[in-house]
């Protein structure tokens, strides 16, 4: 009994007392209980998709909105995994459970290299160079259509599971558990990875950071490679569930799409690439049930979009997030918005509002 009551005083204080956390808590619980509300194959479709895009969206997240490296081709690590998990089920016969993290470590090899140009370009130079990695490496995969398929690419890989459902919570599963990791290990405030606060400094100053003793070089890489597993987890859950690997998952609209995505949601957040993911997405996906709809999504996305960059500058969660909680100016912790006093060591928070 008194286990239980020191985690209902944890859980009330660190959960339930924050607005952020308790959206992420009713976010979780209606995604794992969305199969007992609805079975409908389409509707599932929807959810699934969004989660592997939206784990995608946030490896991206990690690399270029947490340490700043901008990378505009980061459809290279989703296909390069992908393609690498088909190739084994179909070449070799291995199971979904061994070809999605060989995958995921072929993503991590091929962000190590990609990080090498890192160590000496920044900003856009890097970016320009990032962007022409998927079309180098689509390339290699039209000169052997033998083996990679060509443009067809490989079809008829093995399901993730025998059942649409356990499917789904296979890919909701480890979605849970990646982004839970890649929110730690950015937390400039986690007591677990101390990572977090050197990824920040680097954005915000690399040659300062150099200067105080960081190996930046180092950390450079590490965030290459989180970024790179991530994105292969996804692009193995994809080909597994979509049953095919194509040249589309190496185009640079699918890279184009996850920056979109997290700068609608908010940079350099986690959350916010969710969120992006599970409000564009699925909105795009249901526009196009309707014949004007079909014709109108791309216009209604792109004002969308404008209107975000206009009035949420820092994306719709740090808007919204704005609104609901206030933080304590003595000791920085995070209030809802209607105390007057911290809840900790009661400093007046009127000061904050103004």
Not at 29 to 36: I, N, Q, S
Request: proline fraction near 4%; include cysteine; glycine fraction near 10%.
């Amino acid at each position: 009994m008194t286990y239980l009551l020191l985690w209902y005083g944890w859980f009330r204080g660190e959960i339930l007392a924050i607005p952020g956390r308790v959206i992420a808590l009713l976010f979780f619980l209606v995604l794992f209980g969305a199969p007992l509300v609805t079975q409908d194959p389409y509707y599932l479709r929807i959810i699934t998709l969004a989660t592997v895009f939206a784990l995608f969206a946030t490896s991206w997240d990690v690399l270029s909105g947490f340490t700043g490296q901008i990378n505009l081709g980061h459809a290279l690590f989703f296909g390069v995994s992908g393609y690498m998990a088909g190739l084994l089920n179909t070449h070799f016969g291995m199971p979904p459970w061994l070809t999605i993290p060989t995958g995921a470590l072929t993503g991590v090899a091929v962000g190590l290299i990609a990080g090498i140009p890192a160590l000496r370009l920044r900003g856009i130079y890097l970016g320009l160079v990032t962007l022409t990695f998927p079309l180098i490496l689509l390339g290699i995969f039209f000169t052997f259509p033998e083996f990679t398929g060509g443009e067809l690419g490989i079809s008829g890989i093995e399901r993730l599971a025998f059942s649409r459902i356990l499917s789904y919570y296979i890919v909701v599963a480890v979605f849970t558990l990646s982004v839970f990791f890649m929110w730690k290990f950015t937390d400039a405030g986690s007591k677990i990875f101390r990572v977090g606060l050197i990824l920040h400094a680097i954005r915000e100053d690399e040659i300062t950071a150099r200067a105080s003793g960081i190996n930046t070089t180092g950390y450079k890489f590490l965030a290459f490679a989180v970024s790179g597993f991530f994105a292969g987890i996804a692009g193995g859950l994809f080909v597994h569930y979509m049953r095919i690997a194509a040249p589309s998952m190496l185009e640079l609209v699918f890279s184009f799409q996850a920056i979109l995505w997290t700068i609608f949601g908010g940079v350099a957040t986690i959350y916010g690439a969710v969120a992006g993911v599970f409000i564009l997405f699925p909105m795009l996906e249901l526009l196009s049930l309707t014949e004007w709809g079909e014709q109108s999504r791309f216009i209604i996305f792109t004002v969308i979009l404008i209107l975000t960059l206009l009035f949420m500058p820092e994306g719709l969660t740090v808007w919204v997030l704005d609104k609901l909680e206030i933080k304590c100016p003595r000791c920085k912790l995070v209030n809802v918005f209607t105390r007057r006093t911290c809840r900790a060591c009661r400093a007046p928070l009127r000061n904050q509002e103004n």
